[in-house]
């Protein structure tokens, strides 16, 4: 979050990531444990740098040649400074310090065309389902911000994906919202995910779901809370869906309502209740984050699915 | 006493989740939120021209001659947040 409003808001940085480099953002909780040539190749470069344990996390920035030969690591958000690193790094390409021998990498390129992808991290929607966008925003509730970084997590809009599988979407089409879509949309989406990943919801803490459709409205209320009680939700749910022959035309739900509490990686959130809500729309394929699974899909679909 | 702590004891044993607390999520509402939680389409970062596989960077790097510069983070940074 706090990189989109800096580092990749630096146009310089822009500029050149558009037209000297080619650009890759990947999950590396993901890239770092998958066992296949996606997973091999990550770990090739970045096992160069000072984060080599692949147990714990390798996030940051890497600069490295099309035969995976690390040119740079770094994970300082000074957009300064990161400009520097690129244009220190590019220069040493284009000097040719990083030559490489390029029958063995088109011979690299070529074996992993289409070798067999690690399931359980090469995640794809449901074939004739649906993707839906989900947007979370923290409404009110903040203390005046100490620093520019918080201020960024303050009025941040977070962004994941919904997956619905083709039986929901013929569900969907008959006028229902099935009960596994309901509890999908409660446990994995209902979350204050607007200052970092954020702790899913446990079965047993959807206390209550219900989702209609009533002549095209979806109308509907949510109760989610932990055993202890440090963490909840309590939401109206609205929207509309429309349906044109077999195709669903329009699917667009808001929760609105209170939200208290936080995950180990959401700190900082508004003391006590606040209002948080949660908006979902079909997906069309433009933005490129159309195409990233849910982050309650992460190693485990089956798991988000049913 | 005894009858207000019985009345007491009965609002206490109703589902906290009964309550409305969203206050009227109208339909109108609704249409300002989904428009609000929108990610500005002019944002510099949703411009760049980001892969989602390292495989496929590295093929489009070995056929423009230009080094991959990888964004990792813990979550997608895409989505998840």
Known sequence: MVDRESTFAQPEIVELLKTKFVPVAVDQACQRRQKDAEGALYRRIAGQGPRSDFQNTTQGFYIASPAGKLLLYNNNRDPKKLLRLMQESLREYDLGSFAFDREQVQADVDASANVEQDSRYSLKPPAGGLVVRVHAKVLDGYKTPSNKNEAVFQRAISRDNLWITPKEKADLIAGRVPATLQRRIARFHLVDNTRGEPPMWKLGEVKEIHLQVDKGTLVGAVHLETEDGSRGYQAALRGQLKVVGDVVAVFELVALGEFYGEGSYTRNAPEGKFPLAVAFQLADGTDIADAVAPQGARGWLDGYLN | ?81
């Open chain 2, 1 to 81: 006493m005894k009858r207000m702590l019985v009345v007491v004891g009965l609002l206490l044993m109703v589902p906290a989740y009964t309550r409305l607390v969203a206050g009227d999520l109208t339909e109108e509402r609704c249409s300002t939120l989904i428009t609000e939680l929108q990610p500005g389409n002019d944002a510099l970062w949703r411009t760049i021209p980001w892969k989602l596989s390292v495989l496929e960077a590295r093929a489009a790097a070995f056929k423009q001659d230009k080094p991959i510069f990888i964004w990792a983070m813990d979550g997608h940074p895409l989505g998840c947040t």
